[in-house]
Nanobody, 121 residues
Framework: QVQVVESGGGLVPSGGSLRLSCAAA????????MAWFRQAPGKQRELVARIFTTDNTTNYADSVKGRFTISRDNAKKSVYLQMNSLIPEDTAVYYC??????????????WGQGTQVTVSS
């Protein structure tokens, strides 16, 4: 089984910064993509940023481009989200998502438990 654990959420004033971390552990042969999603109250879960481990290609939601940066550490099977210039609209529960292959050559995709990010105005 594969698990992911997130950390780094909290309360920050508008204009502030936070760094989210996510580490994957368990039966992993290969990680293909790591991503951050978020869900605000009353809204659907949306993709914030993702990184493909094969070529480091990254994608960002338009609303966070230029403010957020996704990065990874292959050796630690970890992904990070540096969030700068935070605004109240960034307030949400942020979820880590990891997909890849197990040693038995089975695909997997797992979600973290979520970490709350609150930006005060």
């Amino acid at each position: 089984q594969v698990q992911v654990v997130e950390s780094g959420g909290g309360l920050v004033p508008s204009g502030g910064s936070l760094r989210l971390s996510c580490a994957a552990a368990g039966s992993i042969r290969r990680v293909d993509v790591m991503a951050w999603f978020r869900q605000a109250p009353g809204k659907q879960r949306e993709l914030v940023a993702r990184i493909f481990t094969t070529d480091n290609t990254t994608n960002y939601a338009d609303s966070v481009k230029g403010r957020f940066t996704i990065s990874r550490d292959n050796a630690k099977k970890s992904v990070y989200l540096q969030m700068n210039s935070l605004i109240p609209e960034d307030t949400a529960v942020y979820y880590c998502y990891v997909a890849g292959l197990t040693p038995m050559l089975r695909g997997f995709d797992v979600w973290g438990q979520g970490t709350q990010v609150t930006v005060s105005s």
